[in-house]
């Protein structure tokens, strides 16, 4: 159980790569057997590496157990955080936030924006030899999200302050809670205030009766929608709007440079993605914009994506406690304990997978078969709602990046369970235009 009270928390969320289950995990599992007992983020925990179990704490969320991220989170989240709220509130905001992901990713100017961003962002990197990929891509889907949500242009200055302020609003849950002056948990707390006051002065601008009239003049947005809903308080509409951003922005942004570091490794794969796209492009006229039927044709880019979730492991695990003296199996976990389900380990698990540190989208083409030995998205009633909507942005830039360049990564690049990922290097990658 390690050291009283830290017990074995430093060495369990010790950097490691993330296409790996690290050393501490290496070692408990070959010493105990995949689920053991540990103390971990203050209280006794059960850690799980075994799908079945995994699978059972997720789908009896609400009922055997509950959500139980630490209490330095909760400031940096705030109280109506998805993450944290249960019950109805949790039921609640989640409607809203699906209404959300449904309504936009039907929309057509979605898809534009998307597309638009893509290319702009392409174009940009013309007199380039070298980019850091993934500043590159959070500031893609940054943009993207901020776009659908609020309306604000990637003209607009606004949208590096967003993402300063998100960047720092993320360091700040990796981060001991420290309420000085200038660590990175303080930080957090002021960059949420910020993000926050500024949500606020929108929603309050919006409100007054001459902005109302300018409305006639703009596209509706999704602040729009979530202010027309009278069930929510103004602190649950900012919340929502927090949480897709924090939920979908430096996913998406990672899962698009895993992508690319994985298949910028298999020169085959790449060309295989290659072929994909220019087939697409050849059936389309000149400049005309992608829709939803080619992002349905794009099955290999899908694939890819899956086989990137799986061995490059965005989400390690999850927070939950047992509400009830649970059994499941030969496992007792006691009420009260904190539960760590292990998505890596089950990602990589050999009795699952076979060859399991092989990238290989090929394993894909029985997704059924694949996604109930995968947890990337989580699972039960806290599902990921917002999957399907990332990983169609990736799919569009992805159109574009292969189609205008060739790439290369370093060669000591790896991508790092911090616990979120990050790149050794910031994904540097050398980039040569096509023909
Ligand atoms: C593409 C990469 C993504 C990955 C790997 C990912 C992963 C996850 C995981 C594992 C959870 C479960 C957390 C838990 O059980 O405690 C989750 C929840 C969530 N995700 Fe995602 N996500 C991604 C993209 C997105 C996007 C694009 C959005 C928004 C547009 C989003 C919004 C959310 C929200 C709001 C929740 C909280 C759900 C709840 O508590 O019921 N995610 N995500």
């Known amino acids: 159980m390690g050291w009283p009270f830290i017990g074995e928390t430093i060495s369990f969320f010790k950097p490691h790569r993330s296409d790996s289950i690290g050393t501490f995990l290496q070692q408990h599992v070959s010493r105990y057997g995949k689920v053991f007992k540990s103390n971990i983020c203050g209280g006794k925990a059960i850690v799980s590496c075994e799908q079945e ?51 936009t990713k039907s929309k057509p100017e979605f898809l534009l924006c998307a597309e638009n961003l893509s ?39 606004a949208r590096r302050y967003v993402l300063q302020d998100f960047l720092s609003y993320m360091k700040g849950f990796i981060s001991l809670p420290v309420p000085l002056p200038g660590t990175a948990y303080t930080d957090a707390i002021k960059a949420r205030k910020r993000l926050s006051a500024r949500v606020m002065e929108m929603i309050k601008s919006r409100e007054n009766k001459e902005e109302e009239m300018n409305k006639a003049l703009r596209e509706e947005d999704f602040l729009d929608v979530i202010m027309s ?5 103004y602190k649950e ?26 298949l910028a490794k298999s020169p085959s794969l790449l060309q295989k993605l290659k072929e994909e796209h220019e087939a697409i492009r050849a059936k389309k006229g000149d ?50 304990w904190k539960v760590f ?50 990983k169609l942005q990736i799919a569009f830039f992805l159109h574009h990046l292969v189609l205008s360049y ?10 790092i369970a911090h616990p979120y990922v990050e790149f050794k290097r910031g994904m540097l990658l050398e980039i040569d235009p096509t023909s």
Not at 229 to 233: A, K, Q, T, Y
Not at 296 to 314: H, V
Not at 406 to 415: A, L
Request: charged share 25%.
């Open 53 to 103: 179990l995994n699978m059972f704490i997720l789908q009896n969320e609400g009922k055997l157990f509950t959500s139980d991220y630490p209490k330095a989170m909760h400031d940096i989240l705030g109280e109506y955080s998805l993450l944290l709220v249960t019950g109805e509130v949790h039921r609640k905001l989640k409607n809203v936030i699906i209404s959300f992901i449904n309504l």
């Open 229 to 233: 809903n009278e069930d929510l308080n």
């Open 119 to 157: 290319i702009s962002m392409l174009a940009s990197w013309k007199n380039c030899r070298e980019i850091e990929f993934h500043n590159e891509a959070k500031m893609f889907t940054l943009s993207v999200m901020v776009n659908q949500l609020l309306s604000i242009k990637p003209e607009d200055p």
């Open 237 to 262: 509409k900012v919340s929502i709007v927090l949480d897709i951003l924090l939920g979908g922005f430096e996913t998406s942004a990672t899962l698009l440079s895993l992508v690319v570091y994985f």
């Open 406 to 415: 060739r790439w290369q990564t370093k060669s000591d690049e790896m991508p």
């Open 341 to 390: 389900p292990i998505f890596t380990a089950v990602h990589l698990d050999p009795s699952l997978h076979e060859n399991p540190f092989e990238f290989n989208p090929m394993r894909w083409t029985d997704k059924a078969k694949m996604n109930r030995k995968t947890t990337a998205f989580g699972g039960g009633v806290r599902v990921c709602p917002g999957g399907e909507l990332g």
């Open 287 to 336: 400049g005309e914009l992608l829709n939803w039927e080619d992002y349905q044709k794009m099955e290999f880019t899908q694939c890819a994506m899956s086989e990137a979730l799986r061995c490059g492991n965005i989400v390690k695990t999850v927070h939950r406690k047992a509400t009830h003296d649970i059994k499941f199996k030969e496992y007792v976990i006691p009420k009260g």
